[in-house]
């Protein structure tokens, strides 16, 4: 794996390392302990997937829906008023900085994961993804 273009010296210091073979990399720092996290070059997830299909399970909008209301409510008990316009913070960089925090839990996630791709070709359900906490891909 390497990262091309002007933020390439930004990631210079960053000394991966080198144990998988060929047609593999190890997300993990060169010289670390344990077992590699290692994945074939051709692992991705930021590639295009097919589109949903039903589970029958539940819907998602609604769980985030109950999920948002019980926020507000939660804000406005520690807050005393739910977010308003012109409350003296600034709205953009408090975004910004939760999505952050976001996309490196969301990666963290992925990682503790270990979706096994074949389990998701196969349509069996979140239950039957076969969780790999070694750090060995399949
Ligand atoms: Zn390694």
Not at 14 to 37: E, F, I, L, M, N
Not at 81 to 103: H, S, T, W
Not at 120 to 129: E, N, Q, R, V
């Amino acid at each position: 794996m390497s990262i091309e273009g002007d933020y390439a010296k930004d990631f210079e210091h960053v000394d991966q390392c080198s144990k998988p073979p060929a047609g593999w990399y190890c997300t993990r720092a060169a010289g670390h302990d344990g077992p590699c996290a290692a994945y074939p070059q051709n692992h991705s997830v930021v590639a295009e997937q097919a589109p949903p299909k039903d589970s029958g399970k539940a819907d998602c909008w609604l769980l985030v829906m109950k999920d948002m209301e019980e926020r507000r409510v939660g804000g406005i008990q520690k807050y005393g008023q739910p977010v308003m316009p012109f409350n003296g913070r600034k709205a953009l960089i408090d975004a910004y900085q939760e999505c952050l925090d976001m996309a490196v839990y969301l990666r963290q996630a992925i990682e503790e994961m270990r979706i096994d791709e074949a389990a998701l070709d196969a349509g069996k359900d979140a239950d039957s993804y076969k969780l790999n906490p070694g750090g060995q891909s399949a």
